[in-house]
């Protein structure tokens, strides 16, 4: 059974920093993509961050050079690093993975963990 768990989240002033963690269990985790998503109240859920199985790192353009996203095969754990925390960060932040399962693809979400940056 996949299972995706996030943790870290909070309440934090403008300029502050967090570390997220997602857990994982379930699937083969050193061989899959792992996204960080977040959902602000009122809109769409946005692709944050993304480290391939090789390590390769990508991010939104709202959070280049204030966040990291990270990842420790070893512990199944996937991390995000937040920096400089802007009051339009505050979100539920998501950790998700895409398995695929056959010929069919199933995306996997945790439950969420709630980020607010406010003074």
């Known amino acids: 059974q996949v299972k995706l768990g996030e943790s870290g989240g909070g309440f934090v002033q403008p300029g502050g920093s967090l570390r997220l963690s997602c857990a994982a269990s379930g699937f083969i985790f050193s061989s899959c993509d792992m996204r960080w998503y977040r959902q602000a109240p009122g809109k769409e859920r946005e692709l944050v961050a993304t480290i391939t199985r090789d390590l390769f790192t990508n991010y939104g353009d709202s959070v280049k050079g204030r966040f990291a996203i990270s990842r420790d095969n070893a512990k199944n754990m996937v991390y995000l690093q937040m920096n400089n925390l802007k009051p339009e960060d505050t979100a539920v932040y998501y950790c998700?993975?895409?398995?695929?399962?056959?010929?069919?693809?199933?995306?996997?979400w945790g439950q969420g963990t709630q980020v607010t940056v406010s003074s």
């Open positions: 998700n993975t895409l398995l695929r399962e056959g010929t069919v693809y199933y995306t996997y």
